[in-house]
């Protein structure tokens, strides 16, 4: 019954639309296994907690605290880090919207963001709020980088 | 970095993954089932715990149902909070759910998790303890499915919950939620509420008051004695709570009194009209 004995194993993840593969311990977090293993280190550890927000990725599309999930979990994900992402209209909202500070945060914010966009293109205030709660911007930039979102979201119903 | 080592397992049966526990546990393991497992990783990050193997439940098909028939709600115990709090089956826990921690967290909290996990609130069970709700639970003698009441589910030994399945009809009564929290709007509760009007008789379950959540028939037949004040009614309710009010870092025991009473004020006003 018992097949798997030991305290590591070969894992395979897809991230980024690439398949990569390393020898990880199963308590290694995703957050550790994508800064250490691969080197993406766009992943911020902030209170590896599942706190803050700055270590989001998107699992199968869905914002996700990669200090939360363990890397064997992720396995038959699809993974997506802000080095997966290029030249979104939400990154460009950012740098518009002077949405950025320090910049710590930022990759975690414009994951979560990301995905709202996708999943929600007609979302409301309320929705922007209850999505932005998950981030925690120690510079307080909030209210440009919630402009950042609105202005993301009028200009997509524009071009429409 | 969590600092342990430990086996990890994700069978895709409840058959296997109760098999895997047992013989996990007598070979010396010391094994628990993960959900959403964040309660975990935050506590073996802190060596508060250190399994020797963990069995993940995400795999297991009856344990990601989320459905609504003509009769029954029922939710797989590792269906996130996320999907619930988007999901109209069940209005009441929606409303709850959506009061826990915050959205991305809520991405990765299974309902199982939350009712069976060591911090204290346990809020998604409110809606369960107020709907007489059943709980499915696997376990070495198979399955079995109990009234979830007085304040929670008591699991054995290498149990895990599989469903939860609710009666239908109550997702048509008139419901209110409360959530007190010591500051910003994601924390902790210092008092959390969540209540039913069934068949014109309150209903109400807390946390956040007591160091465990819980529902008490004696408190509802205060709360519904329309022959006294409301205040007395309130006053009434606080004298029966089971345990000593919560004093601690989130708030005094004084405060959480006050809230309380203020919380149930607006409960009343709500389902009677009454000022």
């Known amino acids: ?15 980024n ?10 308590s290694d977090t995703l957050l550790y296994t994508l800064r250490e293993q691969f080197g993406l280190v766009g992943a911020k550890p902030g209170c590896n907690n599942g706190d803050c927000g700055s ?25 997506t880090t802000i080095e997966g992402l290029t030249d979104s209209t939400i990154q460009q909202a950012f740098i518009g919207n002077w949405a950025i500070q320090c910049g710590y945060c930022t990759p975690g914010y414009i994951l979560n963001i990301y995905a709202l966009i996708q999943t929600y293109p007609d979302a409301d205030d309320a929705m922007i709020n209850e999505w932005l709660e998950s981030n925690i911007c120690r510079c307080t930039g909030y209210q440009e980088i919630k402009e950042a979102v609105k202005n993301t979201l009028i200009a997509r119903k524009i071009n429409e | 970095m969590i600092p342990i080592d430990f086996e990890y397992y994700r069978p895709s049966t409840i058959i296997k993954a109760v098999q895997l526990y047992q ?33 993940d439940l995400k795999n297991i098909p009856e344990c990601n149902v989320l459905k609504k028939d003509t009769e029954t709600i029922t939710i797989g115990a590792t269906v996130s909070l996320t999907q619930i709090a988007d999901s109209a089956v069940f209005p009441l826990l929606t409303n709850v759910a959506r009061s826990i921690a915050f959205r991305t967290a809520r991405n990765k ?27 499915v639970i696997a376990g070495r003698e198979g399955t079995r499915q109990v009234v979830i009441s007085g304040n929670g589910i008591k699991l054995n030994e ?5 469903q939860l399945v609710t009666n239908n009809k109550f997702a048509q009564y008139r419901h209110i939620n409360h959530k007190t929290t010591k500051q910003s709007k994601v924390n902790y509760p210092i008092v959390s509420i969540a209540s039913i009007l069934v068949d014109d008789q309150i209903r109400v379950a807390f946390s956040g008051v007591c160091a465990y959540p819980f529902r008490l028939n004696q408190i509802e037949e205060a709360l519904n004695d329309v022959t006294n004040s409301p205040g007395k009614r309130i006053q009434a309710a ?3 709570l089971p345990a000593p009010i919560l004093h601690d870092a989130q708030a005094s025991s004084e405060y959480r009194e006050f809230v309380l009473k203020q919380a149930l004020q607006q409960l009343l006003d709500n389902f009677e009209g009454v000022s």
């Open chain 2, 23 to 55: 013989d996990l546990t007598g070979n010396q393991k010391q094994t628990i089932f993960y959900g959403g497992g964040t309660e975990i990783i935050s506590r073996a990050r802190m060596n508060e715990i250190s399994p020797n193997a963990v069995i």
């Open chain 1, 55 to 79: 270590c989001t990725v998107l699992v199968d599309g869905i914002p996700i605290n990669s200090c939360h999930i363990l890397s064997v979990e992720a396995v038959g994900h699809k993974i």
């Open chain 2, 238 to 240: 606080i004298d029966l």
């Open chain 1, 1 to 15: 019954m018992i097949q798997n004995m030991q305290a590591g194993q070969l894992i395979s993840l897809a991230i």
């Open chain 1, 17 to 26: 639309d690439q398949v990569k593969e390393a020898y990880v311990r199963n």
């Open chain 2, 109 to 135: 909290i299974t309902i199982g998790g939350n009712l069976t996990g060591d911090i204290i609130y346990r809020e998604a069970l409110l809606p369960f303890l107020l709907t007489e709700s059943e709980a």
């Open chain 2, 158 to 162: 290498g149990e895990f919950i599989v």
